[in-house]
């Protein structure tokens, strides 16, 4: 036998390791494939969800840059108009575009040619419907949309425009307060403060309210208009607010049994709903919007509900306005105004404490014409009664009785003191109409055009009234200082305004009845222009 016989033969051997070999990588690449086919899915389900959150992004902000620039429209010719923008985040590639259509009364109003990317013409709107859609590359659209009301209210300047302005604080308390429009008018007057605003139990406000600093209502205060605020809103109590509440850049709280009527918009925190706090509209947060101690939510707010919207926090409060620069007519104004000037060494014989009547309660009964009675180095106080009477209107020369009085203070302490329109039947008393008849302007620490609103002259108290002294119905009255205002002490009123660089300040029973009859004739009062109010209707998702 050979001596090779029972060697085996390798090659047999070697070729069936080749062929499992080939079975398993055949085995390992098809894996491979099944992997990489898996992921390439998952990662374009990834970038396509991430697509639709920049989209639903996208369309937030459109409609939160488009209602910023509506509310810094100063008159409803500058509102604008449709946009287009993106999204300002690191890395995001979603644009938006937000139609804006505008409405007057159901009738739909077409942006002027001319004016480009605003509304223009000569019909105010009432209502505008937004419209944005935010799209990224490779997603698909995301389309929301925002109805807005819109009040347009003609106004000549600030001191046409508002019933109390002040360029610090708001003081209204202990009981018996009340801010209210005149007989028959359609749109309720506004408020406005910088500083902040004091309101507690007992005062009716049927007014807006606009302060540049967050607020605290308590007891049973109650505006009947909207409320708006440069930070956070707190109601306690029974406190109200009938119409809409926006706090910019705060957030809102509500407890016991304080509600507020409309909307309630928070673009700088939460809306905190504690027992039974009510909100009768939407509410819209940039933060959360939550209960405790008491029903659910959606119990406690009539409407939708739109918490932790970042589009919110780019909302801010509208600029301040100007404190507005009044100045005194001269006998050049048509129809001329008399000059009578008090000089200084005059001061304590022209407005006497101790001589009834005195020569200013004397002239101002016997002109004919209207008059400024030029007295700005005197500081007027009367301690004893005193009843001031201005000439009624007369066929043909409707301005008679009409005065500016101005003077460095005025001070009236003692009560009875009462400035009204004299009888045309009896000289010696005063009239009984209740329409509103001669227009007084009280210029007090204010006389120079020059003269500008500062923390010098609103710590200086120019008007102060205590104990019942009176502007009777049918004189309408406009106080006008760069101090402050003091209306205390019981059962005092006023058809007119007020307007304080300082703090103005209504105690137990005062009544503020707003009436611009004498603002109109003062110089510097008057301007082109309407005032604007934007309230957010409702926010909904249409698609993505």
Request: charged share 10%; glycine share 10%; with cysteine.
């Amino acid at each position: 036998m050979p001596r090779f016989a029972h060697i085996p033969d390798r090659r047999t051997e070697s070729g069936q390791a080749l062929v499992i070999v080939l079975i398993v990588s055949l085995l390992l690449i098809t894996t491979l494939v099944a992997a990489l086919a898996s992921a390439r899915a998952g990662l374009a389900e990834s970038n396509g969800f991430t697509a639709e959150v920049q989209g639903g992004m996208a369309a937030q902000t459109g409609l939160a840059t488009e209602l910023t620039a509506m509310r810094n429209a100063s008159t409803y010719g500058a509102l604008p108009c449709d946009l287009t923008g993106a999204l300002g985040m690191t890395g995001a590639t979603a644009s938006y575009t937000v139609v804006v259509a505008y409405s007057a009364a159901g009738t739909q109003l077409a942006c002027s040619p001319t004016v480009g990317t605003t509304l223009g013409g000569v019909t105010a709107p009432t209502s505008a419907t937004l419209t944005a859609t935010g799209k990224a590359p490779h997603g698909s659209e995301a389309v929301m949309k925002e109805d807005v009301t819109i009040a347009v209210a003609a106004s000549t300047s600030p001191v046409v425009g508002y019933g109390i302005f002040t360029a610090s604080a708001l003081n209204l308390t202990n009981g018996g307060v009340t801010v209210q429009g005149s007989t028959g008018a359609t749109t309720l007057p506004t408020e406005y403060a910088e500083g902040v605003v004091t309101c507690d139990a007992g005062v009716m406000n049927k007014a807006n309210l606009i302060t540049y600093a967050p607020i605290t209502l308590t007891n049973d205060c109650q505006y009947m208009g909207s409320l708006t605020t440069d930070g956070a809103e707190t109601m306690e109590n029974s406190a109200t607010v009938a119409g809409s509440a926006i706090a910019y850049g705060g957030g809102i709280t509500l407890s016991g049994d304080a509600m507020i009527g409309g909307n309630a918009t928070a673009t700088g925190g939460n809306i905190s709903i504690i027992s039974y706090g009510l909100i009768g509209g939407n509410a819209f947060a940039s933060g959360t919007i939550s209960e405790t101690n008491g029903p659910a939510i959606n119990q406690l707010i009539s409407g939708t509900l739109s918490p932790n919207d970042p589009s919110l926090s780019s909302e801010t409060m509208p600029a301040e306005a100007s404190f507005p620069t009044l100045s005194l007519p001269t006998t050049q104004t048509t129809p001329a105004w008399s000059i009578v000037n008090i000089p200084a060494s005059q001061c304590a014989w022209y407005f006497s404490d101790s001589t009834t009547p005195d020569p200013f309660q004397l002239a101002l009964e016997s002109q004919t014409a209207r008059t400024v009675y030029d007295a700005s180095t005197c500081s007027i106080s009367y301690g004893s009664a005193r009843t001031f009477m201005l000439n009624p209107p007369t066929t043909g020369n409707s301005t008679a009785g009409d005065a500016i009085l101005d003077v460095a203070t005025m001070v009236l302490t003692n009560a009875g003191s009462t400035f009204c329109e004299e009888s045309a039947t009896d000289s010696y008393a005063c009239s009984s109409a209740t329409t509103p008849g001669p227009n007084l302007t009280i210029f007090a620490n204010a006389s120079s055009a020059s003269s500008a609103c500062s923390t010098s002259t609103e710590s200086t108290t120019a008007v102060q009234l205590d104990n019942s002294n009176n502007f009777e119905q049918n004189v309408v009255t406009l106080i006008y200082t760069l101090g402050g205002v003091i209306m205390q002490n019981g059962n005092s009123s006023m058809t007119g305004q007020i307007v304080a660089c300082g703090t103005i300040a209504a105690t137990n029973t005062f009544t503020l009845t707003v009436n611009t009859a004498a603002a109109t004739e003062v110089l510097g009062s008057s301007s082109t222009g309407a005032s604007l109010t934007l309230t957010d209707e409702d926010k909904y998702v249409v698609s993505g």
